[in-house]
């Protein structure tokens, strides 16, 4: 049984000591076949407005809309517990 063991190990170390062949060689000798450049765009030139200059009419800069809670998509079945809120401030 020793023997047959040694001979199985034997077996297997000597298979892995063979030399590998490569499956995927790099044969190519045309450095440039490909050339990728990546550019963005120019970016427009913002408008800058000093804080003591007020701005009115139609070049005035927009307000964003305040966010407005959502209702939910489908109302919550009976006997499922949710979790409690506070109503919202400034809603109306």
């Known amino acids: 049984m020793v023997a047959g063991s040694l001979a199985a190990h034997a077996l297997v170390l000597a298979i892995l000591a063979l ?14 076949a490909l050339t990728v450049t990546l550019e963005r765009p120019p970016k427009p030139l913002a408008r800058r407005v000093s804080p003591s200059v007020s701005v009115s009419g139609p070049e005035a800069l927009p307000v964003p809309a305040r966010p407005r809670p959502r209702l939910p998509a489908l109302p919550v079945p009976p006997g499922v517990a949710t979790l409690p809120t506070r109503p919202a401030i400034g809603t109306g």
């Open 19 to 32: 030399p590998q062949v490569s499956g995927f060689a790099d044969r190519s000798d045309d450095e440039d």
